[in-house]
């Protein structure tokens, strides 16, 4: 392979060393030395030694200096055309060197139009750069995100693709009202394993650490509701014997994929300090305890409903500034039908407490008091019982929504008439 030296000191040696130098094969390299040279003598130069079509477009102007070293004519004219901002668009066997801003200007149509479309429900950026990857030549998408608009630059017909494009993307999410009830039930000598809920409910679920635990064994028990007749006649006979007690009952209107969350207990706070480069700041956090339950939920194309669900049962305190928790809690996923109730439960949970009764003052003596008192240690196991019903409302929130909020009181009900007996609550 022949190898060129170019060295370019004006314009007359240029030309002059091209005329006397042989078409070199187009897979040649040379070296380019070019010292403050207007560029398109210099392309002018290469296209007469290595016989390429170069074509100037309207504003390539300008001189360029470069040191080029062995470079085929392909990559030099690459080269010195981004030394000077240009862009090199290949034509056939030849190359045309055109400016990118007098390009883009001459594309642009003469009928573009202005218009502000307004984004109610997603996020305006999110959508003004898909948009943004829609729009026609010289079209362009501005976002106003503290006003929720989007301004589209287009034709007529670019601004209508991009209008039904919008109606696409930003629909209004669907509202789904979910319905909870929290229950404690307090479990006998034999029940240390929790509430047989096979016996109760069919075709359940019983989970425990290892995979499926057998019966009898401690484990989560999961299982929809098909019937609310046997549920509810176990809780009312439950009832009857004081052995459940209702937590709570929260009811939560939450959008799809969105989480919605309810806390009914306390928050203790507590002092956190903070040292940084010296500098000691303190500031106050909060332990959210008591009754708490996190969900979220989506629909899909069918009407199904898939619930993340974190329920969660808690106490806590704060002593010497440090705060404790003991919680009961389950963090699961599931799909269910409209209006289909889910029962969670194998949460169990043991407290125990002690009492002392005795003479006023003689009991308080140490060691000798011991005479006089009396201690009781009193041990209770309870399981936490958590049923999650999710009810789809209508899009559009129309006036069916009166008829759904009414069949959704319905429906609760069912679970709620196990509940009545006057012992039920204490």
């Not at 006998?188 to 019983?206: A, H, P, R």
């Not at 909020?405 to 007996?421: C, F, S, V, Y």
Request: proline residues 4%; glycine residues 10%.
């Amino acid at each position: 392979m022949k190898h060129l030296f170019v060295c370019i000191a004006c314009a007359a040696c240029l030309i002059a060393g091209a005329a006397r130098a042989a078409g070199p094969a187009s897979g040649d390299t040379a070296t380019y030395l070019f010292r403050d040279t207007p560029i398109a003598e210099l392309f002018e130069m290469i296209s007469a030694r290595d016989r390429v079509s170069i074509m100037v477009g309207k504003g390539v102007t300008g001189n360029v200096a470069v040191s080029l070293y062995d470079m085929t004519a392909s990559e030099a004219i690459h080269a010195i055309a981004e030394a000077g901002g240009y862009k090199v668009v290949e034509r056939g066997n030849g190359y045309l060197i055109v400016n990118p801003a007098l390009a883009a200007q001459g594309s642009v149509p003469d009928d573009i139009q202005v218009r502000a479309l307004k984004v109610q429900y997603s996020d305006p950026k999110l959508v003004a750069d898909i948009l943004g990857k829609h729009v026609g030549p010289g079209g362009k998408v501005t976002v106003l995100p503290q006003r929720r608009m989007i301004v589209a630059e287009d034709t007529e017909a670019g601004l209508a693709r991009i209008e039904a494009l919008l109606r696409q993307i930003d629909t209004a999410p669907r509202q789904v009202m979910i319905e909870a009830k929290i229950l404690e039930v307090t479990l006998d000598d034999s029940e240390n394993f929790g509430i047989d809920w096979t016996k109760v409910l069919k075709n359940g679920t019983k989970i425990g650490v290892g995979g499926l635990a057998q019966q009898g064994q401690p484990g989560l028990f999961f299982n929809y509701i098909s019937c609310h007749c046997d549920f509810t006649a176990y809780l009312s006979a439950l009832s009857t014997k004081n052995k459940v007690r209702t937590l709570a009952t929260p009811k939560l209107l939450a959008l799809e994929n969105e989480e919605a969350g309810i806390t009914i207990g306390d928050e203790l706070g507590y002092r956190v300090t903070t040292t940084i480069n010296n500098v000691t700041s303190e500031s106050v956090q909060f332990l959210d305890t008591g009754v708490i339950l996190h969900v979220t939920p989506s629909v899909d194309a069918d009407g199904r409903i898939a619930l993340k669900v974190r329920p969660e049962v808690s106490s806590g305190s704060v002593l010497n500034g440090v705060p404790s928790k003991k919680t009961t809690q389950v963090t699961t996923q599931l799909v269910a039908e409209d209006g289909q109730s889910i029962l969670i439960a194998g949460l169990i949970k043991s407290s125990a407490t002690q009492q002392r009764t005795g003479v006023p003052v003689l009991g308080d003596i140490p060691v000798l008091g011991n005479l006089f008192a009396n201690s009781e240690r009193h041990g209770s196991l309870t399981e936490t019982v958590v049923v999650i019903t999710p009810h789809l409302l209508p899009a559009g929130g129309t006036a069916d929504d009166a008829r759904a909020a009414e069949r959704i009181r319905q429906n609760a009900d069912d679970i709620a008439d196990g509940l009545k007996a006057p012992a039920a609550l204490k």
